[in-house]
């Protein structure tokens, strides 16, 4: 075989490993599962939000009036 070709399948095989790789996919994979978590938290602390400033106030002034 000439230089020329063992470079070719050298360079083809390359590619074809590169392509084959899936660590790009589990990347994505947990980058949309910490995006899913963090829409949970934000959708949760507005929902919840205004009862539990309630709460912490009502909280506060009793402990205040201790």
């Known amino acids: 075989m000439s230089s020329l070709m063992v470079s070719v399948i050298s360079f ?6 590169r392509l084959s790789s899936e660590k790009g996919a589990t990347a994505t994979e947990y980058s949309l599962l910490v995006g899913l978590i963090a829409l949970i938290i934000v959708g949760g602390v507005g929902l919840f939000g205004k009862n539990l400033n309630t709460f912490f106030n009502d909280l506060g002034t009793t402990v205040g009036t201790w």
């Open 12 to 17: 083809i095989a390359g590619v074809k490993d």
